[in-house]
């Protein structure tokens, strides 16, 4: 029961509709005591030959009266109590959908996508049963099994209700050795959904990967193997939820055999009438509910609580990245200094990946970042974006440091184009405004030019119409790479960074690009990461950075005077290209 203690603060919210529920499941529990009360006197009427045509309509009126009044109040707890439950399933799907959008990279990296929205689907409906089913099942089976007995006591004979009684202590021992099985099995069956929900997701995302190195059966097999899995969790589960009914069902047949057994001598010692055991015997069967109804409550119960703790664990967690209750609100602008001691990270604390990295860039001035694969150039745009804030040192944003700001005020200032394109399943046109969705279609296109896009759009059937499906998976890397920058630019950022994002388009396309960014304005302050150094060769300034640290500093022209790694590697570039348009 420690479920509904969980889930006190919803019911409390609702308690309202849930008086009303529950009032409604007491009319109707009243009510349909009647009936086998009223079938009982009609047959000691006809046992004693005293039934009348009139007397027999006054009954059926009775009977149809019940039925209307047992109809009206059943809507109207279905009504409060599902209605709440469903208020409840929003609830906790917002509550998660707010939570999954406020964490920070980390728990990405922690959180499976498919565990994550096993979260969302699976336990969210678990835990709105214990809200709609739980709590009918809670209210109606005591309101009725209290309501039945009471009658049995007042219609029948207290002894024989006594008798009848006496298996009932078996049920809850049952339902509490069951409950608790159910519990265990039940979340190693979640935990087993959601390795499957993230498999799927997982190999239909990399579907094409998957088919270009031949490995369908092997994937199919992997798949087979958590689907048993899965099977073999939910065959656990079902087993013991399985028990229930046949223990229940021996209960109320112990009743049934000791209520014929007394209930047949009391009416041959004429201490009850034969009608009076046929209600007596009605009444039982009306029991039968609530004793299934507490065998199907633990089992709500138990899935409910098992769901609800999870989600729990998962709303428990809290972002590393803490935003300043009083923080700067106004968009971040100005100069960037950049004074980084050391960072590592947090799985890998051991590790330094950035160590004395210091630098100034002036407000609209060009920063490019270049290096080895693994040198920390990404890292280091990640702690522009907040990503990670626990490092010691300091990054400067204006006169003030980034951890400052608010961060939608720090976010919104920053155009951020990344390594791996993510295109949302709508419109060219919308997934290039999705930062400022008003934006009209002059401003699509003007930042769509400045990308180097919009002839590639133009000659799309549906122009900026054109879905792109899931991911962009219609268009080309540089396509998506280049809506990508047009989306970047469309909220004019004070600082547009680039991570090598200019890697999937071709020479003549990304000069294009560069020369139209660096037209545009004066003011907006860029950094460009990038293996192939054209792109940065224009750059206020450059550094070169291994192994964490820089290496190398300067204007294109003076690292090539260094001869280090730039300039060997500008070297290699330039004979690479030279080979490539065939000159010698």
Same mark, same amino acid.
């Given at each position: 029961m420690s479920i509904f203690k969980k889930l006190g603060w919803f019911f409390k919210?609702?308690?309202?509709?849930?008086?009303?529920?529950?009032?409604?499941?007491?009319?109707?529990?009243?009510?349909?005591?009647?009936?086998?009360?009223?079938?009982?006197?009609?047959?000691?009427?006809?046992?004693?030959?005293?039934?009348?045509?009139?007397?027999?309509?006054?009954?059926?009126?009775?009977?149809?009266?019940?039925?209307?009044?047992?109809?009206g109040f059943r809507f109207i707890w279905r009504t409060n109590i599902w209605g709440s439950a469903a208020k409840l399933e929003r609830s906790l799907r917002s509550q998660l959908f707010h939570h999954f959008t406020k964490m920070d990279h980390l728990f990405f990296q922690t959180h499976r996508t498919g565990d994550l929205m096993a979260h969302a689907t699976n336990d969210v409906s678990a835990v709105q049963n214990v809200a709609g089913a739980g709590i009918l099942t809670f209210a109606d089976?005591?309101?009725?099994?209290?309501?039945?007995?009471?009658?049995?006591?007042?219609?029948v004979d207290w002894r024989l209700t006594i008798l009848a009684m006496i298996p009932l202590p078996l049920l809850a021992v049952t339902s509490r050795v069951l409950g608790s099985k159910i519990h265990v099995a039940f979340r190693d069956a979640q935990a087993a959904f959601s390795d499957i929900n993230d498999k799927t997701q997982e190999s239909i995302t990399g579907m094409k990967v998957i088919k270009t190195f031949g490995q369908e059966e092997e994937d199919i097999a992997d798949f087979e193997e958590k689907i048993q899995r899965v099977v073999q969790k939910n065959r656990r589960v079902n087993r013991?939820?399985?028990?229930?009914?046949?223990?229940? =069902?021996?209960?109320?047949?112990?009743?049934?055999v000791l209520t014929i057994w007394l209930g047949g001598r009391y009416v041959m010692a004429h201490t009850i009438s034969v009608g009076q055991l046929v209600s007596f015997i009605s009444y039982i069967g009306m029991l039968v509910w609530p004793m299934f109804a507490i065998g199907r409550l633990f089992n709500v119960l138990e899935r409910g609580n098992a769901s609800y703790d999870r989600i729990e664990e998962l709303l428990s967690e809290e972002t590393h990245i803490i935003e300043e209750e009083h923080g700067i609100a106004t968009r971040a602008k100005g100069d960037i200094v950049v004074d980084i001691k050391s960072f590592a990270y947090p799985d890998y604390p051991d590790q330094v990946v950035l160590k004395d990295i210091a630098l100034k860039l002036d407000e609209g001035k060009t920063l490019g970042i270049v290096g080895k694969t693994g040198a920390g150039k990404t890292t280091l745009l990640k702690l522009f974006l907040r990503e990670y804030d626990d490092y010691q040192g300091s990054i400067l944003f204006g006169e003030h440091d980034i951890k400052a700001y608010r961060l939608q005020a720090l976010l919104a200032a920053i155009g951020y184009v990344p390594q791996d394109h993510f295109l949302f399943s709508m419109t060219i046109r919308d997934n290039i405004r999705f930062a400022a969705p008003k934006s009209t279609q002059t401003m699509v296109e003007e930042v769509a030019k400045l990308a180097a896009i919009h002839e590639d759009i133009q000659a799309f059937v549906q122009g900026y119409d054109t879905l792109v499906g899931e991911r962009g998976v219609s268009l080309s890397g540089g396509q998506k790479q280049?809506?990508?920058?047009?989306?970047?630019?469309? =909220?004019?950022?004070?600082?547009?960074?680039?991570?090598?994002?200019l890697s999937a388009?071709?020479?003549? =396309?990304?000069?294009?690009?560069?020369?139209?960014?660096?037209?545009?304005?004066?003011?907006q302050t860029t950094i460009i990461t990038a293996?192939?150094?054209?792109?940065?060769?224009?750059?206020?300034?450059?550094?070169?950075?291994?192994?964490? =640290?820089?290496v190398e500093r300067g204007t294109h022209s003076q690292l090539l005077t260094n001869h280090g790694w730039y300039a060997q590697m500008?070297?290699?570039?330039?004979?690479?290209?030279?080979?490539?348009?065939?000159?010698?």
């Open positions: 919210q609702e308690k309202k509709h849930y008086a009303i529920g529950v009032f409604s499941l007491v009319v109707v529990a009243i009510v349909q005591v009647l009936p086998p009360k009223i079938i009982g006197l009609i047959i000691d009427e006809i046992d004693q030959k005293r039934l009348t045509r009139q007397t027999l309509l006054i009954w059926i009126g009775v009977l149809i009266l019940a039925a209307f009044t047992q109809y089976s005591l309101i009725t099994g209290i309501s039945t007995i009471v009658a049995m006591v007042l219609f013991y939820d399985a028990l229930f009914d046949p223990c229940i =069902t021996a209960i109320i047949g112990i009743s049934y280049r809506i990508s920058i047009a989306r970047s630019l469309i =909220t004019k950022p004070e600082l547009l960074i680039l991570d090598d994002a388009v071709d020479a003549k =396309t990304e000069e294009a690009i560069l020369q139209h960014l660096q037209a545009r304005t004066k003011r293996h192939r150094l054209s792109s940065v060769m224009h750059a206020d300034e450059i550094i070169v950075m291994d192994q964490g =640290t820089i500008w070297s290699k570039q330039q004979l690479e290209a030279k080979i490539e348009r065939g000159e010698k």
